[in-house]
């Protein structure tokens, strides 16, 4: 009985773990793209490989809006022609103009944080993403959005070697 209990327990887990990747790839091959500039990001190696901590310069421009932040929460942001994004006010449940999408953010320090907020990439390729100006995010119909890399000057992803 405890073997049964177990084996569907451990099937369930691991059911519900292969949806929520279905799902992220779903995202990136049907999602649309959306950029954020990068405000200065710090390179940094870590035991586990390279990785870059990323800000956005969204995080910035968000303090000059007059409700401020909440500790956590969206703030709507809009994509222009090319699909750069712009922070148009902090999300307080009203109804959403056509092509404006949500993005998580949680305080920190006074200011506002998007997750993700790092980037891995393989160890040895740091000076490849040096001069990445965008962080490339995928959005879905429902919302959910992943980073699925940074880009250069002209919106172009940045491919390791």
């Known amino acids: 009985m405890k073997k049964s209990l177990f084996l569907i327990v451990s099937l369930a ?95 920190e320090y006074g200011g506002v944080r998007i997750v993700p907020d790092s980037f891995m990439f393989q160890e040895g390729q740091a000076e490849l993403y040096r001069n990445a100006k965008y962080g490339e995010f995928k959005f879905d119909s429902a919302g959910h959005y992943i980073l699925v890399g940074l880009a250069d000057e002209k919106l172009q992803r940045i491919m390791p070697h």
């Open 13 to 107: 887990v691991f059911a519900i773990f292969n949806y929520g990747i279905y799902e992220k790839e779903q995202i990136k091959v049907h999602g649309q793209t959306v950029f954020l500039e990068l405000a200065p990001v710090d390179p940094r190696s870590l035991m586990q490989g390279d990785y870059m901590r990323l800000r956005y310069a969204v995080e910035r421009t968000t303090s000059s809006d007059i409700n401020g932040p909440k500790k956590r929460g969206y703030m709507v942001i809009a994509p222009d022609d090319r699909g750069i994004a712009r922070f148009v006010h902090f999300y307080g449940g009203e109804s959403l103009q056509p092509g404006v999408r949500l993005l998580h953010y949680h305080e």
